[in-house]
C-alpha cells in the first residue's frame, strides 16, 4: 500500500470516483474507487459516507492483484 490519504487536494478533485450497481442499492455503506489522473495507474479507495476522509493509494499492481483475486473468487466468504 502506498499511501493513506497523502493525496493533496488537487489530485482529489481530478479523480473520477466510481461506486459499484451492486452497493448502491445496499444502504449506501458503500467505497468508491477512482485512478488518479497522473497516469501512474494508481488508485484511490475512500469511503463513499466520507468523500472529504481518509483515501487510501494502491499502486497499478496492487490493485491488479486484488481485482484478479475477486475474479478468481479468492476472496468469497460468508459474512453473517
Given at each position: 500500500?502506498?499511501?493513506?490519504g497523502?493525496?493533496n487536494?488537487?489530485?482529489?478533485a481530478g479523480?473520477?470516483?466510481?461506486i459499484s450497481?451492486?452497493?448502491?442499492?445496499?444502504?449506501?455503506?458503500?467505497?468508491?474507487?477512482?485512478?488518479?489522473?497522473?497516469?501512474?495507474?494508481?488508485?484511490a479507495?475512500?469511503?463513499?459516507?466520507?468523500?472529504?476522509?481518509?483515501v487510501?493509494?494502491?499502486?497499478?499492481?496492487e490493485?491488479?492483484?486484488?481485482?484478479?483475486g475477486?475474479?478468481?473468487?479468492?476472496?468469497?466468504?460468508?459474512?453473517?
Amino acid at each position: 500500500m502506498e499511501g493513506h490519504g497523502a493525496l493533496n487536494p488537487g489530485e482529489r478533485a481530478g479523480i473520477a470516483w466510481r461506486i459499484s450497481t451492486r452497493s448502491e442499492n445496499g444502504g449506501g455503506s458503500c467505497v468508491e474507487v477512482g485512478p488518479l489522473g497522473d497516469g501512474s495507474g494508481r488508485v484511490a479507495v475512500r469511503h463513499s459516507h466520507r468523500p472529504d476522509g481518509e483515501v487510501i493509494v494502491y499502486s497499478r499492481a496492487e490493485w491488479e492483484a486484488f481485482v484478479g483475486g475477486v475474479k478468481d473468487g479468492e476472496f468469497d466468504f460468508s459474512v453473517t
